[in-house]
């Protein structure tokens, strides 16, 4: 008898499956593995008795691919809804996150301003977060040489100002006022910075802004008289003129001028005060304009172009040249020309004489050309009613007193006949400036020399033509300041005291005078200095009251501060004068000797036409009263 089939012929697949599980009976299945074929099958949308077998169900086409795509999907959805639930979290509901980006700066004022113009700012801070922003600040960062524009010359790199508690929503407008300096068409940036605090933190916090103004015209006006050719060699003098155009005071104004290789400095009025390169003037008014005037010569190749750079500014040295805020600034360039001959004028490095001084100078001559030269002449004229004209002279040249002039040609100088290229030549004069006595009061003229060689060139074609070069050269006339001092008892703006001749161990009085007369130029910065000996003793007597003189104690010297004396002839100005009262008492050392009162007297001072430093020096003081009238001989030594 053969095993029943578990399954029954007319049954379904799914039937014959139920059936199976429900009897529990291990049938065993002789199944064995074999390839599908590839085919198509089809599967009906409902359960029937005419099923096809799976296979028809699926075909390769329709085969699943897994549900990794499904899971992506709903991951990033799932990622995204929870990113947006945050999101709104924080904007509508979150009360502690605090963002800078909720702070807004809206700075106000104009975007161009003139040099030493006040810049005027509004800024207003707004707090768009949610929370009390504590203990909130702005502060403002200024371009170097800003000033105070209600403290006069005060610097102010930096402005800071509370501004306390800023609540959400709460806005604040916070104006500021500064005077700014810069050179013309340069950006100046000023920075500006919130700092804060939020609650339940230490931490500080910031929000910073820029903002920019352009500087529309400079804080000066510059112009500078350079000629746009120049002889190698030759002398030539230049102009400057400074003008403020700022609206308030500059201070500590210098000025600077960066020379060209091959530039020599001569001279130049003013004087400069650092090196020949930089002059410091201090406070500059505004419309107030300083004028400079520059000369010296340029050496180098023909058609060689040579450029000057000058700069003005805020120099906190005082004259250094370190110039940290630029108020104005100028390039210019000069093309340097070779003279056919070139000539020139030695002053053997003087710029100045002083009344009754002397010069012995030189002229100087060469032939520039690749041609010959013949029938040179020079004639040197002066000007000037300083010169004494009866001192003129030359070993080879002739003066004519007539025109005020020294010749000098072939018939006295042979080489002047014919001057071969590259060839030169040189001669002397002397002159003497007239003495104080015979000048005229208040500041002289300065005397004028004009050199001019005249030729004729002749060519490898022996055409030949005429050619003049020309020079200039210049002496300002210096002051002679009188210095006077005395010692005296008897006469004075004190009565003086005790015994004299002066007696060992009692004390006796003394008037010291000092005077100066200044009969020409003004003299600045004017000064007398002095010691006393350890054994006089300073009585703090002056006369009179309002000549500034100081006692340093710890150095024992004695300064008379004169500041600027004005220039005139001893008959129209007075004498400045100054008396103080020492007194002595002498000690048995000192016993039958001529005791001294002040020693190391000097005068110095700036001669302001011609910068030069005027130093005079006095024989020291002592007992011997060569200047009282009523002094006899016998009363300066100490007697016992």
Do not use: C
Request: hydrophobic fraction near 35%; avoid cysteine.
């Amino acid at each position: 008898m053969s095993n029943p089939s578990p399954f029954e012929e007319g049954d379904d697949s799914l039937e014959r499956f139920r059936r199976r599980l429900e009897r529990n009976v291990k049938v065993p299945l002789n199944l064995r593995p074999t390839r599908l074929p590839r085919a198509t099958f089809n599967v009906k949308r409902n359960w029937g008795d005419n099923d096809s077998s799976i296979a028809d169900l699926v075909t390769p086409e329709n085969k699943p691919r897994g549900n990794w795509v499904g899971k992506f999907f709903w991951g990033a959805l799932i990622f995204f809804l929870a990113t947006l639930a945050v999101a709104f979290y924080v904007l509508f509901y979150s009360t502690n996150i605090v963002s800078a980006n909720n702070i807004d700066l809206e700075i106000k004022g104009p975007t161009q301003l003139r040099s030493g113009e006040e810049l005027n700012l509004e800024t207003i801070v707004r707090n768009r977060n949610k929370v009390t922003l504590r203990d909130v600040s702005l502060t403002i960062t200024y371009p170097p040489g800003t000033v105070d524009s209600l403290e006069t010359g005060k610097e102010l790199p930096l402005w800071r100002e509370p501004i306390t508690d800023l609540n959400p929503g709460q806005s604040v407008s916070i104006g500021s006022r500064a005077v700014i300096y810069g050179a013309q068409n340069s950006n100046q940036k000023i920075n500006l910075k919130i700092e804060y605090h939020i609650p339940d933190s230490n931490a500080v916090f910031t929000k910073e802004a820029e903002y920019q103004v352009l500087i529309g015209s400079g804080t000066l006006d510059l112009t500078f008289d350079l000629p746009a050719e120049i002889n190698s060699g030759k002398n030539f003098t230049s102009n400057l003129k400074i003008t403020s155009n700022a609206k308030s005071v500059l201070r500590q104004v210098s000025l600077k001028i960066e020379y060209p290789s091959g530039f020599n400095f001569q001279s130049a009025d003013p004087t400069p005060i650092t090196g020949n390169q930089v002059w410091y003037f201090g406070d500059l008014a505004p419309g107030v304009s300083r004028n400079f005037k520059i000369t010296g010569n340029l050496t180098g190749q023909s058609e060689e172009v040579k450029s000057f750079k000058i700069t003005v500014g805020l120099d906190k040295s005082g004259g250094t040249g370190d110039i940290s805020t630029e108020y104005g600034s100028l390039f210019k360039t000069v093309n340097l020309k070779k003279d056919f001959v070139g000539v020139g004028i030695d002053l053997s490095g003087k710029s100045s004489l002083p009344p009754g001084g002397r010069l012995e100078g030189s002229i100087s001559w060469k032939n520039n050309l690749s041609d010959k030269v013949t029938d040179g002449s020079l004639e040197l004229f002066l000007s000037g009613g300083a010169i004494d004209k009866k001192t003129v002279g030359s070993t080879n040249g002739f003066y004519n007193s007539l025109t005020n002039s020294i010749v000098w040609d072939k018939s006295l100088i042979p080489s002047l006949g014919l001057i071969n290229p590259g060839e030169d030549g040189m001669a002397n004069f002397n002159f003497a400036v007239l003495p104080l006595s015979r000048l005229p009061s208040g500041a002289i003229p300065p005397i004028d020399l004009h050199l001019v060689f005249k030729g004729t060139r002749v060519t490898s074609e022996e055409q030949s033509e005429d050619i003049i070069s020309e020079t200039e050269g210049h002496l300002k006339i210096g002051t002679l300041i009188k210095f006077d001092t005395g010692a005296t008892y008897f006469v004075g703006p004190f009565k003086n005291t005790g015994p004299l001749p002066p007696k060992v161990g009692e004390e006796t009085t003394y008037t010291i005078t000092w005077s100066v007369i200044n009969p020409t130029n003004q003299v600045k910065q004017g000064r007398v200095s002095s010691k006393l000996p350890n054994y006089v003793k300073w009585l703090s007597s002056i006369s009179p009251l309002d000549e500034k003189v100081i006692y340093d104690k710890t150095n024992s010297e004695v300064i008379w501060d004169l500041g600027t004396i004005e220039p005139g002839a001893d008959s129209v100005l007075s004498s400045r004068e100054v008396s103080f009262q020492i007194s002595i008492i002498p000690s048995l050392s000192q016993l039958d000797s001529v005791v001294d009162l002040v020693k190391d007297i000097n005068f110095v001072g700036v001669d302001a036409l011609t910068g030069d430093v005027i130093n005079v020096s006095s024989p020291l003081l002592n007992t011997r009263l060569a200047t009282d009238p009523s002094y006899t001989y016998g009363q300066e030594k100490v007697v016992e």
